[in-house]
């Protein structure tokens, strides 16, 4: 893999972890550079399906105003993000990030054919986007499983709650006792003054 495919296949690896964390924006950046990174690299089928991968969360992007990233690649509001983000993920910063998430590329990559097809690989199938003339009507996701609730603790039983009921009232009886004796500290001070 030569050093353009490395830098894409960094932002794709980081993309995809921006995605699990669900940290959208910084995906959406990462998935803008990684389009245009792969349209350079003449990688149309890999830069469409970064660009349905942002469109499928956010359709609202500037992305989503060009039929194509190679379209969306020469407009000057797509080039100013690339820089902004270019700026946040530099090649060094984000081999960093990459090392933290202890993701190691070559030996990722060696359980593939080819560099194209291990950059493919890495976001994982693009999600079904139901619409027309390009644009985004509906995505369809995958079921989210719920979190399983705790389970609710035993009933107290009626000694248990009269216990309770006895030190509930042993507190508001000592609440109404420091309540008294701070209103009489208060008028005290300010009979003396």
């Known amino acids: 893999m ?50 349905e991968r942002l469109l499928a969360h956010n359709p609202g992007h ?3 105003h060009f039929p194509s990233v190679e379209e969306a690649g020469a407009d000057d509001r797509i080039r100013l993000l690339v820089q902004q983000a270019e700026r946040v993920f530099s090649r060094e910063k984000a081999e960093h990030m990459l090392q933290t998430l202890g993701i190691e590329l070559g030996r990722s990559e060696a359980t593939y054919d ?8 890495i976001l994982g199938p693009p999600p079904r986007i139901v619409g027309n003339h390009g644009r985004v009507a509906a995505v369809t996701l995958a079921p989210v499983q719920p979190l399983p609730l705790p389970s609710s603790p035993p009933a107290p039983s009626a000694e248990q709650a009269a216990e309770r009921e006895r030190l509930e009232f042993r507190a508001l009886l000592a609440g109404l006792a420091g309540v008294s004796l701070c209103a009489a500290a208060w008028g005290a001070f300010l009979w003396t003054r």
């Open 2 to 51: 030569d050093e353009a495919q490395q830098t894409l296949a960094i932002f794709l690896h980081l993309a995809r972890a921006s995605e699990l964390r669900r940290r959208w924006l910084v995906r959406d950046k990462l998935l803008l550079m990684s389009a245009l990174q792969a349209q350079s690299l003449r990688l149309d089928a890999l830069a469409d399906h970064c660009r």
């Open 62 to 64: 500037l992305l989503g």
């Open 114 to 121: 080819s560099p194209d097809e291990y950059l493919q690989s």
